[in-house]
């Protein structure tokens, strides 16, 4: 009866603290909005910050909380029921795997950042040299965000194995904290070294992305999951969250572009 009443106690404590992580992100999600519309206004260049921002966030929903994370974390809790090591070997394994996919795709994003911008530019922006140079500046800053939040969303789901919620939780807040503060600082910063402040929202990005990464990562070591070169990228573990990844990748594609 005791071990009943404490698990009902550790159940009623982790959905508060998750419901605290909640109101928190949605809060300062609020305040950023609210940032973004009275330091830059509802103009050209904050269209070219959405432009931009939206391209490495596709990519994201994509993969890093799409498809990926679906096909990863069964495979994970299963690998941790077999041995601590199994599990170990399968998160580096997918880590580097992450890495490479995503680091390319970021150095694409770069390569061909102006033909993104202009593939997915509204026409009346079409003739304005400024308004693309500004949104593939920005595009070209956010690239990497899409690795560094990939491998963030990757630690989510070994931390939620792991039964682990509210940490991975406040990478949202820290989001939101980090891109407030950079709103704040760095608009001054930028015009007094020549470029547009909208520019400090496309480096928050970027610091907010690398945030949640490092905020994650420390605990999932801490929790057994230390660096190792003991792996396998092609281990039967790994061809199963490809295959699934790459049925699920289809379906969620074809809803994230309709979106877009």
């Given at each position: 009866m005791e071990k009943t009443n404490n698990s009902?106690?550790?159940l009623y404590l982790s959905s508060l603290r998750m419901a605290i992580a909640t109101m928190m992100s949605?809060?300062?999600?609020l305040v950023r909005e609210q940032i973004i519309a009275a330091?830059?206004?509802a103009n050209q260049w904050t269209d070219a910050y959405l432009l931009a921002y939206r391209i490495p966030n596709l990519f994201r929903d994509l993969l890093a909380e799409g498809s990926f994370s679906v096909a990863f974390v069964p495979e994970f809790i299963e690998s941790i029921k077999k041995s601590q090591e199994s599990a170990r070997k399968l998160f580096w394994s997918n880590f580097l795997f992450l890495f490479i996919v995503t680091s390319v795709l970021s150095l694409l994003m770069i390569i061909f950042s102006k033909e993104l911008i202009t593939l997915f530019i509204s026409k009346k922006y079409l003739v304005s040299t400024e308004f693309v140079d500004a949104a593939q500046i920005m595009l070209i800053t956010m690239a990497?965000?899409?690795?560094?939040?990939s491998l963030a969303a990757l630690c989510m789901g070994a931390l939620n194995a792991k039964r682990v919620f509210f940490l991975p939780a406040m990478g949202a807040v820290l989001f939101n904290l980090i891109l407030i503060v950079t709103m704040l600082l760095f608009?001054?910063?930028?015009?007094?070294w020549g470029y547009r402040s909208i520019y400090a929202l496309s480096i928050g990005v970027l610091l907010a992305g690398i945030g949640q990464f490092?905020?994650?990562i420390p605990k999932v070591i801490q929790l057994g999951f230390k660096p190792t070169l003991k792996f396998n990228i092609f281990h039967s573990s790994n061809i199963k969250i490809l295959k699934a990844l790459g049925a699920g990748f289809v379906g969620f594609a074809s809803v994230q572009i309709n979106i877009l």
């Open positions: 009902k106690k550790s949605r809060v300062l999600g330091y830059f206004g990497f965000y899409l690795v560094f939040v608009p001054k910063i930028l015009v007094s490092l905020l994650q």
